[in-house]
């Protein structure tokens, strides 16, 4: 598509800029690991996204991955996320609003939300003990509209429930 080198501009300029001040050049490989991750709107893992530049390039290995993710990173286009079942993840930083995550502990799918009062909350509570926060990432785990009918479903049909520990209430 004609309008996708001005998509970009910016974070491809932001990019240029943190490989030139860390003394590295520019490669195909690289600017492909951008691209490709520029254009998922998703919570990659460096394995996702592997697969993802492998379907355009399979000469990219998967330490090129890792290290263009790391990079990115630096950069500040990317910004790790944890979701508690052991992997990092990336997903776009640049330009994009703050948000926390709603993680799914049956099937993995993660709501991003936003509230504002919550936030105000975590800055009243930091200066209430003299903390000085840096960065937040606020997870809340539990089950998807889609995993608590399935389960209501198995139950209806007089299966065993499957025993949870329901997640304490974050804020009343
Ligand atoms: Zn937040
Ligand atoms: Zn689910
Ligand atoms: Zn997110």
């Not at 974070?11 to 001040?21: D, G, L």
């Not at 330490?63 to 990092?88: M, P």
């Not at 990432?137 to 949870?164: M, Y």
Request: aromatic share 8%.
């Amino acid at each position: 598509m004609a309008g996708e080198k001005k998509e970009f501009q910016t974070e491809r300029q932001v990019f240029s800029e943190h490989i030139q001040n860390s003394g590295l050049r520019h490669t195909a490989q690289r600017d492909l690991i951008l691209e490709v991750f520029l254009r998922t709107e998703e919570h990659l893992s460096s394995e996702d996204l592997y697969w993802l530049v492998q379907k355009k390039d399979q000469n990219v290995g998967h330490t090129t991955v890792y290290r263009t993710l790391k990079l990115l990173t630096e950069a500040g286009l990317a910004r790790e996320v944890r979701f508690g079942d052991g992997k990092t993840y990336y997903e776009h930083h640049y330009n994009h609003e703050h948000h926390d995550h709603m993680i799914c502990t049956e099937c993995g799918k993660v709501v991003e939300f936003f509230s504002p009062e919550i936030e105000e909350l975590q800055v009243a509570m930091a200066e209430k003990y003299g903390f000085k926060p840096t960065h937040h990432s606020l997870r809340i785990l539990g089950f998807c509209e889609e995993c608590q009918k399935i389960d209501a479903r198995a139950a209806a049909s007089g299966a065993q429930p499957r025993v949870r520990v329901m997640p304490a209430r974050v804020l009343r």
